[in-house]
Protein backbone atom coordinates (compact mmCIF):
# COMPACT_ATOMS: atom_id res chain seq x y z
CA UNK A 1 0.00 0.00 0.00
CA UNK A 2 1.31 2.99 -1.05
CA UNK A 3 -0.08 7.11 -0.65
CA UNK A 4 2.31 9.40 -2.97
CA UNK A 5 2.16 12.94 -2.20
CA UNK A 6 3.89 15.32 -4.51
CA UNK A 7 3.14 19.19 -5.34
CA UNK A 8 4.73 20.73 -2.15
CA UNK A 9 7.27 23.32 -2.33
CA UNK A 10 7.73 27.58 -1.84
CA UNK A 11 5.13 29.86 -2.61
CA UNK A 12 4.73 33.56 -1.79
CA UNK A 13 1.05 34.49 0.49
CA UNK A 14 -1.36 35.20 -2.33
CA UNK A 15 0.28 32.23 -4.59
CA UNK A 16 -1.72 28.91 -5.55
CA UNK A 17 -0.31 25.77 -5.44
CA UNK A 18 -1.41 22.14 -6.36
CA UNK A 19 -1.13 19.13 -4.32
CA UNK A 20 -1.47 15.57 -5.88
CA UNK A 21 -1.72 12.02 -3.54
CA UNK A 22 -1.00 8.51 -6.07
CA UNK A 23 -2.24 5.55 -4.17
CA UNK A 24 -1.65 2.03 -5.03
CA UNK A 25 -1.64 -1.25 -3.32
CA UNK A 26 -5.68 -1.30 -2.10
CA UNK A 27 -9.40 -0.58 -4.03
CA UNK A 28 -9.00 3.15 -3.99
CA UNK A 29 -12.70 3.56 -4.58
CA UNK A 30 -13.66 2.31 -1.27
CA UNK A 31 -11.91 4.79 0.56
CA UNK A 32 -12.41 8.26 2.12
CA UNK A 33 -9.70 10.25 1.03
CA UNK A 34 -8.49 13.51 3.13
CA UNK A 35 -5.98 15.92 3.66
CA UNK A 36 -4.29 16.65 6.83
CA UNK A 37 -1.85 19.02 7.22
CA UNK A 38 0.53 19.44 10.49
CA UNK A 39 2.32 22.82 11.49
CA UNK A 40 5.59 22.86 13.49
CA UNK A 41 4.60 22.52 17.34
CA UNK A 42 0.89 22.41 15.78
CA UNK A 43 -1.30 19.01 16.26
CA UNK A 44 -1.91 17.36 12.82
CA UNK A 45 -5.58 18.91 11.74
CA UNK A 46 -8.03 17.60 9.37
CA UNK A 47 -8.29 19.91 5.83
CA UNK A 48 -10.04 18.92 3.82
CA UNK A 49 -11.67 15.26 2.93
CA UNK A 50 -14.00 13.95 -0.33
CA UNK A 51 -16.39 10.91 -0.34
CA UNK A 52 -15.40 7.50 -2.17
CA UNK A 53 -17.22 8.79 -5.61
CA UNK A 54 -16.49 11.93 -4.92
CA UNK A 55 -19.97 12.93 -4.30
CA UNK A 56 -19.45 15.25 -1.25
CA UNK A 57 -16.78 16.82 0.55
CA UNK A 58 -16.07 19.14 3.32
CA UNK A 59 -13.55 21.68 4.59
CA UNK A 60 -11.98 23.08 7.80
CA UNK A 61 -13.56 26.69 8.25
CA UNK A 62 -9.88 28.05 7.88
CA UNK A 63 -9.56 27.28 4.00
CA UNK A 64 -13.11 27.18 2.99
CA UNK A 65 -13.60 28.94 -0.43
CA UNK A 66 -9.54 28.75 -0.96
CA UNK A 67 -8.78 25.04 -1.26
CA UNK A 68 -10.77 22.28 -3.33
CA UNK A 69 -10.17 19.13 -2.64
CA UNK A 70 -11.26 16.51 -5.75
CA UNK A 71 -10.36 12.89 -6.81
CA UNK A 72 -10.27 10.87 -10.02
CA UNK A 73 -10.96 6.75 -9.21
CA UNK A 74 -9.94 6.16 -12.48
CA UNK A 75 -6.07 7.62 -11.95
CA UNK A 76 -6.51 6.49 -7.91
CA UNK A 77 -5.39 10.04 -7.62
CA UNK A 78 -6.56 12.80 -4.85
CA UNK A 79 -6.14 16.34 -5.53
CA UNK A 80 -5.73 19.69 -3.40
CA UNK A 81 -6.03 22.65 -5.05
CA UNK A 82 -4.64 25.60 -2.97
CA UNK A 83 -5.31 29.14 -3.78
CA UNK A 84 -5.19 32.55 -1.71
CA UNK A 85 -2.62 31.22 0.33
CA UNK A 86 -1.24 32.40 3.39
CA UNK A 87 1.77 32.18 5.67
CA UNK A 88 -0.42 30.03 8.21
CA UNK A 89 -1.01 27.21 5.60
CA UNK A 90 2.44 26.63 5.96
CA UNK A 91 2.83 22.49 7.14
CA UNK A 92 3.89 19.16 5.89
CA UNK A 93 0.73 18.37 4.15
CA UNK A 94 -0.61 14.27 4.74
CA UNK A 95 -2.76 12.18 2.23
CA UNK A 96 -4.68 9.80 4.25
CA UNK A 97 -6.93 7.08 3.36
CA UNK A 98 -10.25 6.04 5.13
CA UNK A 99 -12.19 2.58 4.00
CA UNK A 100 -16.00 3.64 4.10
CA UNK A 101 -16.69 0.44 6.30
CA UNK A 102 -13.75 -1.08 7.79
CA UNK A 103 -11.42 0.21 10.10
CA UNK A 104 -8.36 0.70 7.71
CA UNK A 105 -6.60 3.50 7.29
CA UNK A 106 -3.41 4.58 5.42
CA UNK A 107 -1.04 7.90 5.16
CA UNK A 108 1.32 8.84 2.62
CA UNK A 109 4.93 10.53 3.84
CA UNK A 110 3.65 13.75 3.65
CA UNK A 111 5.04 16.78 1.16
CA UNK A 112 5.79 20.40 2.65
CA UNK A 113 3.76 23.13 1.77
CA UNK A 114 5.48 26.51 2.91
CA UNK A 115 4.27 30.22 2.17
CA UNK A 116 6.63 32.44 2.83
CA UNK A 117 7.97 36.06 0.98
Known amino acids: VQLVESGGGLVQPGGSLPLSCAAS????????LSWYRQAPGKERELVASITSVGSSSQYADSVKGRFTISRDNAKNSVYLQMNSLRPEDTAVYYCHARHARLSVRYWGQGTQVTVSS
Open 25 to 32: GFTFSNYV
